[in-house]
Nanobody, 127 residues
């Protein structure tokens, strides 16, 4: 089974930028799509962004709270995925998780659409 490892989290000021990375190893990177979810302390995990593989259309999806500020991308040759986060706000503070989908879906927006998960990386936005 694929292993996913996130990196790039840290502390940033409001309005700043941060780029998260997800590295895959140990198996098929993803057959269908990759995604990012986040979980603030004491809250449910929520969808942030997802991207289909190129052969699967290459479409991207964004959660309403990050659309226009975050950009998801991937480098299949390097088995990497990225989340560029701009105009960060304190409410973006959360643990960010990388996820891989190994089954065909009509969309990729919920936790049930994904099969493999990383351990998460903390992002903290100071006010």
């Amino acid at each position: 089974q694929v292993q996913l490892v996130e990196s790039g989290g840290g502390l940033v000021q409001t309005g700043g930028s941060l780029t998260l990375s997800c590295a895959a190893s140990g198996g098929t990177f993803s057959r269908y799509a990759m995604g990012w979810f986040r979980q603030p302390v004491g809250k449910e995990r929520e969808f942030a962004a997802a991207i289909r593989l190129n052969w699967n259309g290459g479409r991207t999806y964004y959660g309403a709270s990050v659309k226009g500020r975050f950009t998801i991308s991937r480098d299949s040759a390097k088995n990497m995925m990225f989340l560029q986060m701009n105009s960060l706000k304190p409410e973006d503070t959360a643990v960010y998780y990388c996820a891989a989908a190994n089954n065909p879906r009509s969309t990729y927006r919920t936790e049930n659409d994904f099969d493999s998960w990383g351990q998460g990386t903390q992002v903290t936005v100071s006010s």
